[in-house]
């Protein structure tokens, strides 16, 4: 017998590392996969500081033995610069959500942004009707760069990108190569509804405890699939204006337990990605609720 045990035989783990961290819904997820599926795994929710993620992310992979973590605000760009192998994504995005220390002991920077956004649409029954001539994304943040991917993935003849800072959206569709892209400021938003087969607010506007997001949708056509990025709350009034008018609208919940599922696979080796249903959804919301009580 040797006194290592193998891999396999340890109990795995990960988390997620960010700066503030206490809201996180992440531990509720992960938390609730590791139960459903019997396995031996942690995942916790550590506070790491702007400026502290190379040494923190040293320590949970040297010390504590973690076999990855998450990465939200405001690490993503450091947790790039960190790892020393990106996978494709995290390369096109320039940005890493998840850190994987493979079985060799590479540090692999991944993005699993594009993933989730685009498996939250695609899980949707109306995605099917969507079409791809036009798309209309709100914001130019850091979301937004996963977005600007999956519909460049799609093949999306146009792409509209309406930000307060028309520069930074310019800058992002020209460093995603997206020719077919065009950078608009706000008093052009409606104007650039006419046509699109689909809408996307990639802002921080609509939050809880952020500006509303005020945008009439009526030059949107009727069947245009309106999605929105932030899911607190689930409802925007985005979405809910999109429905009133017979929109089809899907809420950004599902972006977040999607973008979780690779990572859990590669941190507590299961032979497939962990299923995002109805069950997970109701738990995290209930998280939340207790989160925000
Ligand atoms: P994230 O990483 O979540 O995308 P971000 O990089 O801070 O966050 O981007 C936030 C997005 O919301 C940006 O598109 C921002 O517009 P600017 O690029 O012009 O800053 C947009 N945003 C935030 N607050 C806004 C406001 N009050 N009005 C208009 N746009 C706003």
Known sequence: MTARATRSQTEARAGVLGWPISHSLSPALHGYWLERLGLPGRYEARAVEPGR??????????????????????HKEAAFRYCPDHDPD?????????????????????????????????????????G????VLLGAG???????AALQD??????????????????LLAELGAVNGTAVTWTEAEAALVGADLLINGTSLGMIGQQ???????????????????YAPLETALLAQARQRGNAAVDGLGMLLHQAAPGFQAWFGTPTLPRVDEALRNHVLAVRERLSG
Do not use: C, M, Y
């Not at 791809?132 to 798309?135: F, L, M, P, V």
């Not at 850091?142 to 600007?148: E, Q, T």
């Open 53 to 74: 993620f190379d040494g923190a992310a040293r320590s949970l992979i040297q010390d504590e033995g973690w076999r990855g973590f998450n990465v939200t605000i405001p």
């Open 90 to 130: 995290a390369r096109r995005l320039g940005a890493v959500n998840t850190v994987v220390v493979t079985e060799d002991g590479t540090v692999q920077g991944r993005n699993t942004d594009l993933h989730g956004f685009r498996a939250n649409l695609e899980s949707d029954p109306e995605w099917r009707h969507v």
């Open 132 to 135: 791809r001539a036009r798309a």
């Open 142 to 148: 850091g979301a937004s760069r996963a977005v600007v």
């Open 154 to 171: 799609w093949g999306f003849g146009e792409i509209t990108v309406v930000n307060r800072t028309v520069g930074k959206a310019e800058t």
């Open 212 to 230: 509303p997001l005020d945008l009439s949708l009526r030059s949107l056509p009727r069947a245009a699939l309106v999605t929105d990025l932030v």
